[in-house]
């Protein structure tokens, strides 16, 4: 990629179908972890209409009503208005919950078993995962996506303090930034798509937004007279959620991370408890990536790394600075190795994971949440000294 470039990240409000199905799959993992700190959750959600079918791979000691637990979820997005077709109170719930396969148990579980290598915990798949971080932003992350979460999270503030009667659950926001130098200079372009009541006028939606929204919420150094301000482009936006679309757990796994400035290795995080790595390991992946870019040793960094299932270690380790590094990506990389494990059963003691944490992670990115740190731990940079140290 040239350095001069212009560079686009989408983020979905709450009341997206496909963000309703990753809420509901948060919700049920983090009513299994409640009650049994060491359920095996593998949560899936669809939605269509006022259909909602809640599936999966379950077992735990917990007892739970889980067609409570969805409609108070989807209650909680702010799907009970009268006019909706997709209601917290009328959808229909079909549960489709079986136990996890005792074959997956055993290559997890921290005991022997014939034909397992070790009696430690394994990872809960094959696959890669990967971590990033930049320090565009104060959440050292890539100021696209961060600018996209930061209007739908003001959306959803506005819309639940219940003044603008008009704003409905469903949104979208994208935000192009240029770059020049690969920094980011301006704002390029904006475009919110927000769900509205039939009674609103165009001009009033496009009007508020603008003013109310992006102007108070994006940096203003960054909005200029060239700036373009695309709201609800389509024109109308009455129909929307489930009724308008189809939702399914873990269809927006690039807003979930990193907006595409970063790789993603193409797990799905919600509805996942941490023994799936596609979940906790991407979440170390983050923690790392940002401690290297805390510590100063790089301005941006990239880290992937890739399990077999049933097996403890990482098969690979991979480390890459894009050139910004202040040491070699290879002395990096080995002081990444001596300061942290990357074992299931480390990760998840590193970062404290066996706790119903997860609805807070489910909207507006999963990386770049600064605010609670006590549950998001992977956004905490309290490695980077040992990082720094150990790469001279």
């Known amino acids: 990629m040239s350095k001069n470039y212009i560079f686009s990240s989408e983020s979905v409000g709450e009341g997206h179908p496909d963000k309703v199905c990753d809420t509901i799959s948060d919700a049920v993992l983090d009513a299994c972890l409640e009650q049994d700190k060491h359920s095996r959750v593998a949560c899936e959600t669809y939605a269509k209409s006022n259909l909602v079918v809640v599936g999966g791979e379950i077992t735990t000691g917990a007892k739970l009503d889980f067609n409570a637990i969805a409609r108070q979820a989807i209650r909680e997005i702010g799907y009970v208005n009268d006019d909706d ?24 579980d921290a ?21 990033y971080a930049s320090n565009e932003t104060p959440e050292l992350m890539p100021a696209p996506i961060m600018y996209a979460h930061q209007l739908g999270r003001e959306l959803t503030r506005i819309r639940k303090a219940g003044n603008v009667r008009w704003l409905r659950p469903d949104a979208k926001s994208q935000v192009s930034v240029q770059y020049v130098d690969d920094q980011p200079v301006r704002i390029a372009n904006v475009v919110v798509s927000t769900q509205h009541s ?6 009033t939606i496009r009007e508020f937004i603008i003013e109310e929204v992006v102007k108070k919420v994006l940096p203003k150094h960054l909005l200029d007279k060239k700036t373009v301000y695309l709201i609800n482009p389509t024109g109308r936006f009455v129909v929307g959620g489930p009724q308008g679309d189809t939702g399914l757990t873990g269809r927006k796994i690039i807003v979930d991370s990193y907006g595409g400035m970063g790789r993603h290795g193409g797990g799905a995080f919600s509805g996942k408890d941490p023994s799936k790595v596609d979940r906790s390991a991407a979440y170390m992946g983050r923690y790392v990536a940002k401690n290297i870019v805390a510590s100063g040793l790089a301005s941006s960094a990239e880290i992937q790394f890739a399990y077999a299932i049933g097996y403890p270690d990482p098969v690979s380790v991979c480390v890459n600075t894009f050139g910004t590094g202040k040491v070699s990506d290879e002395a990096i990389e080995r002081a990444v190795c001596e300061v942290f494990s990357f074992k ?32 998001i731990t992977w956004e905490r940079t309290d490695r980077a000294a040992a990082l720094k140290k150990a790469a001279k």
């Open 344 to 375: 299931p059963a480390d990760i998840v003691k590193q970062l404290n994971l066996l706790r119903p944490i997860y609805s807070k992670t489910t909207n507006y990115g999963h990386f770049g949440k600064v605010d609670d740190l006590s549950s």
């Open 111 to 131: 005991r022997k078993a014939d034909g397992k290598e070790t009696a430690e915990q394994g990872a809960g798949d094959q696959g890669l995962m990967f971590g």
């Open 85 to 108: 077709v997709f209601h917290a109170d009328k959808v229909l719930i079909m549960n489709a919950i079986t136990s996890q396969s005792p074959d997956i148990a055993q290559g997890v």
């Open 198 to 203: 039939h009674d609103v006028k165009h001009k």
